[in-house]
């Protein structure tokens, strides 16, 4: 019983961590496309498209997806 009160108190705290993390990622993004775009004119589109779909799933209340997505810019961006 205490495993199942746990595993839900975890559930219901994980989700507004992820919430927050998406403007974090989203602030991130910009910051690095402004101070060091990509040369590669198709990553640069494609990090821009991926920073756009991340905010809109953040905005409908998917954080884990958004999260997920963004994290594959700022992978595009850092390499």
């Not at 746990?6 to 998406?22: D, R």
């Not at 640069?44 to 997505?69: F, I, M, N, P, W």
């Amino acid at each position: 019983m205490r495993r199942i009160a746990i595993f839900f108190v975890t559930a219901l705290l994980s989700t507004p961590l992820f919430a927050m993390h998406c403007p974090a990622d989203m602030e991130r993004i910009d910051a690095l496309l402004e101070s060091n775009p990509p040369a590669d004119p198709a990553v640069l589109e494609r990090v821009q498209e991926l920073r756009a779909e991340g905010e809109s799933l953040h905005k409908a209340g998917k954080h884990s997806e958004s999260v997920e997505v963004l994290g594959e810019a700022l992978t595009l961006l850092e390499e």
